[in-house]
Nanobody
Framework: QVQLVESGGGLVQAGGSLRLSCALS????????MGWYRQAPGKEREFVAA????????HYTDSVKGRFTISRDNAKNMVYLQMNSLKPEDTAVYHC???????????????????????WGQGTQVTVSS
């Protein structure tokens, strides 16, 4: 059974940085396309960033481009989200998600739709104070 566990959230001042981590267990990590989502109070879950199995393809929502970087370490079964220049509007619970790939070009697939993911973590709280 695949499990995802996030860590690294916390309270930070505007302009600061945080690095989120997500560990996948129970599956062959290199076959999973990974993503980060966030959900603020009273709002729907929002796509943040995604990365292919190989790490060679990434995609970001416009509001985080140039500030956030998604990366993965297939040897450690980990995916990361480096968040710089944080803003109060980045405050949310951040979730990682995994999609088990198959078929041709499986290692280049980037998933950017909520329904495209098979597994979700419980989330880690990020709070950015002004």
């Amino acid at each position: 059974q695949v499990q995802l566990v996030e860590s690294g959230g916390g309270l930070v001042q505007a302009g600061g940085s945080l690095r989120l981590s997500c560990a996948l267990s129970g599956g062959t990590f290199r076959r999973y396309a990974m993503g980060w989502y966030r959900q603020a109070p009273g709002k729907e879950r929002e796509f943040v960033a995604a990365i292919s199995c190989s790490g060679g393809s990434t995609h970001y929502t416009d509001s985080v481009k140039g500030r956030f970087t998604i990366s993965r370490d297939n040897a450690k079964n980990m995916v990361y989200l480096q968040m710089n220049s944080l803003k109060p509007e980045d405050t949310a619970v951040y979730h990682c998600a995994a999609h088990q790939t198959s078929g041709p070009n499986w290692d280049t697939i980037v998933v950017i739709t909520t329904g495209g993911y098979d597994y979700w973590g419980q989330g880690t709280q990020v709070t950015v104070s002004s």
